[in-house]
């Protein structure tokens, strides 16, 4: 079952709708059609998919899947809508479902590094670390400030075996998160890892 990091989920307008994007690259007659076609049908999912993570947050499994499905059925390229129903589905034990809408949030949205983590979370918990290393790299690409991200890239190269990887991102860890919580957890994961290792 998911129990690791769940990564903060940006608002970003250009993820949630693609006729935004496209109004963004300045195809605004183009998007203004779009949105006339789909408007209602994007804004009852994005209230559902607000509800679906309001629901996660809390824990409640079982209705957050409910609203979700919902919400992918009205909006199936809304990668928003599948990394949350991802979650949901690993909260209720549902590994396959939830893998399966995890891989379709980043296929959706390939640049966001919420999206890849959360993935590679759920591959942790199948113990498919050489996978879960690949996408944590990424996320670790797309977001290089992110102490959280070079935090959950040490602890899986550790358990990958991959020592120099591990200690540099401990080391990039602390480094990122100066005297914090995190930079605290660094030091001691190191800290740990290295008495492990000692003969």
Known sequence: MWTGYVPSMPQTWISRSPWIGRLAMGGVLAAALAALASGPAWWRAHGLVENGATLVSDGQYLPAVRQLVQAVAAAPHDARAHYYLGLAYAGLGEDEAALRH??????????????????????????????????????????????EVRLLLADTLRRAGDVDGMEREYRNAMHLAPGGALAAIAREHLKAARERAAP
């Open 102 to 147: 995890a891989r379709d949030a980043v296929r959706l949205a390939p640049r966001e590094p919420a999206y890849e983590t959360g993935l590679a979370t759920l591959l942790l918990d199948e113990g498919r670390v050489p996978e879960a290393v690949v996408h944590l790299r990424r996320a670790a690409d797309m977001a290089p400030h992110s102490a």
